[in-house]
């Protein structure tokens, strides 16, 4: 009986070991069915770039506060803010009449001048030739005298129409010659009044944007007063405050990140003020911005330096799975895809500092879309 029941027990156990096997290899399978192929990458400690980040402001290269040179009232403003103006190109027109009529006055004058030289021509002309003959006479009556054929008073009386004749002469080139400065000065004249008249019509100093718009037609234009603001498009710099202790490895053509809201571009180091400010404890760099579209006065942005290097712990930006203000990757442990919350500092290239959530040598999934947390793996090269 004992004998039976030990035969009946074996067989029991025998046909339960023989149906759990399947089950356990079918699960096996599929297990190894469901495992995603991915590739990994090494967190490994590098060598990454320190730096330091400088706040500032865009200013324009060249400004111009075009203002007038006269005072009168404004007839005419040709532009307005954000208006493209090219070089010459006339931007505020004065109330000429007052100049108008001293450019023609000028011209009378000069007119005037000019309608006297004929009569001036002329008397040079008569004097001349009556001096002609003086000498000739004189020259005459100086040989007759020479032979005892005239008298004396007679040689005298030629002698003296000679000197009379000089004199003439003399005094008619002389009005021609004050005929002459008078006519320069009335040309002189002309010109100050056609350049007064040209003050009338304010024109910009050189091509570029129109930023601020001071005056309106029937505005008093007063000399000195700004009118106009214009910056020369496509010349900008960038002006950051830096710290004092940085300014020391900064370099004049140095080659400078910068980095705007939706963008980063190169700037070169064009000055470096001398001067701290005692306050804050920073000086001012200059940094000269390639010509971009959409670039302006006022925009804020970050002068980005190269301090030396230093090791961190650094994985491919593209392993980063952002969700939000909340950044993790996800890593292979033991054929099984974890997420970690992780950290992140600067970025350098295609990489990114890892501040917190991994350790050296875990292996980083490169593709985390093609997983989610829990998921089966297997690493492939």
């Not at 075009?66 to 532009?79: H, Q, Y």
């Not at 309106?216 to 000399?223: D, L």
């Not at 990140?257 to 001398?274: A, H, L, M, W, Y």
Request: net charge neutral; hydrophobic share 45%; charged share 25%.
């Amino acid at each position: 009986m004992k004998y039976a029941l030990f035969v009946t027990f074996l067989g029991l156990a025998w046909l339960s070991g023989c149906g759990n096997a399947p089950q356990e290899a079918h699960a096996s399978a599929a297990s190894s069915a469901a495992a995603v192929q991915v590739r990994v990458t090494e967190a490994a400690a590098t060598e990454w770039p320190s730096i330091y980040e400088a706040t500032g402001t865009v200013r324009a290269q060249t400004t111009a506060t075009v203002s007038s040179k006269l005072m009168a009232i404004v007839r005419e403003v040709k532009v307005q803010t954000g208006d493209l103006v090219k070089e010459g190109q006339i931007m505020i027109v004065l109330d000429s009449r007052d100049l108008d009529i001293a450019v023609r006055r000028a011209e009378a004058a000069r007119e005037e001048v000019k309608g006297a030289f004929p009569e001036a021509d002329s008397g040079i002309a008569a004097a001349k030739a009556t001096l002609d003959l003086a000498q000739v006479t004189f020259k005459r009556m100086q040989d007759l005298h020479d032979k005892k054929s005239v008298t004396t008073q007679e040689f005298d009386e030629a002698s003296a129409r000679l000197k009379a004749a000089q004199a003439a002469y003399e005094m008619a080139r002389a009005k021609r010659a004050q005929l002459d400065s008078r006519l320069a000065q009335a040309e002189e004249e002309l010109r100050s009044a056609s350049v007064n008249r040209g003050y009338a019509e304010i024109a910009a100093p050189f091509a570029g944007v129109v930023v601020t718009k001071l005056v309106e037609p029937g505005n008093m234009a007063i000399p000195g007063a700004p009118l106009v603001i214009i910056e020369r498009e496509g010349a900008y710099r960038l002006e950051a405050s830096v710290e004092e202790s940085h300014l020391g490895s900064i370099r004049i053509g140095q080659k400078v990140p910068v980095k705007f809201q939706n963008r980063t571009i190169t700037g070169t180091v064009s000055e470096i003020v001398p001067e701290v400010d005692a306050a804050s404890r920073t000086g001012t760099v200059k940094l000269h911005l390639p010509a971009l579209p959409n670039l302006r006065s006022g925009m804020f942005g970050r002068a980005v330096f190269g301090t030396g290097a230093r090791k961190v712990l650094a994985i491919p930006a593209a392993c980063v799975i952002e969700r939000g203000q909340v950044q993790s990757v996800l890593v292979d442990e033991n054929g099984i895809a974890r997420t970690r919350l992780i950290t992140v500092g600067t970025k350098s290239g295609d990489r990114v500092e890892v501040l917190s959530g991994l350790a050296a040598g875990e292996k980083v999934i490169l593709s985390p879309e093609a997983v989610v947390d829990g998921t089966p793996v297997e690493t492939i090269p």
